[in-house]
């Protein structure tokens, strides 16, 4: 998230893990866009931050010609601070997977290739795992399954690599080691994405944001035993 508070110190610690391989979390609902509202006075709220629609912002990003110009206008700067900052562009993704928009999607692709881009996110949780691990899939499970298979066309189309399968959407904020071992032990064939939210604490600004995220939980899960 390069337009967050936080982006420096991030990008401090990354470069003291050279063997750490950062990508880019493009920001496009739900966050402080790079440009700011003046530039941005279609997609964005007066406070410069794209808003909490995500539904809202996907109808705008499609119909409206001038939403599209911003957005290809955002998602360049955004592509353009994570090159200035020297680290070595492994991979893209996007806040609350807006990149599963056909429109997000070619513009991230297009503009993320001429910035050396080889690998996004396919957000695509298999709802038998999700069966297999004891939940019981919705069909909104089924129905994001099936729809990320839209974006993992538009990958491989342009040649980028993608996990064949990523998990953490159904226990967002809630991968605490309890859950990870029951996906270990379910894990399908193939590649493997698994992603998680770790804190060492949580302050006010996750509280507000995040309530019921279990950050801490999530950290301990990545550490040894």
């Not at 401090?12 to 063997?19: D, F, Y």
């Not at 050396?116 to 499970?141: Q, S, Y």
């Not at 590649?191 to 301990?220: C, G, K, V, W």
Request: charged share 20%; net charge positive; hydrophobic share 45%.
């Amino acid at each position: 998230m390069v337009a967050a508070p936080a982006a420096t110190d991030a990008v401090a610690r990354a470069r003291r893990l050279p063997n750490l391989a950062v990508g880019l979390h493009l920001v496009l609902v739900d966050g402080d866009s790079l440009l700011g509202h003046a530039a941005l006075p279609h997609i964005t709220g007066a406070d410069g931050r794209f808003g909490t629609d995500q539904l809202g912002l996907g109808l705008r990003y499609f119909a409206s010609p001038a939403a599209r110009r911003q957005l290809a206008r955002e998602i360049r700067a955004q592509f353009e601070a994570f090159r200035a900052t020297g680290l070595a562009l492994h991979h893209a993704d996007s806040h609350k997977h807006m990149h599963l928009h056909p429109t997000v999607a070619r513009l991230m692709i297009t503009i993320g290739r001429e910035f050396g881009l080889t690998r996004m996110r396919v957000p695509a949780e298999p709802p038998a795992v999700l069966a297999a691990c004891g939940e019981t899939p919705t069909v909104a499970d089924r129905a994001l399954y099936a729809w990320s298979g839209v974006l993992r066309h538009q990958a491989r189309r342009a040649g980028l690599v993608s996990p064949d399968h990523v998990f953490g959407i159904k226990w967002s904020g809630r991968m605490t080691r309890d859950k990870l071992e029951i996906l270990r032990a379910h894990l399908p064939n193939g590649s493997n994405e698994i992603y998680f939210h770790p804190a060492t604490r949580r302050d006010a600004a996750l509280e507000r944001l995040m309530p019921d995220y279990r950050h801490t939980e999530e950290l301990q899960a990545l550490l040894p035993l």
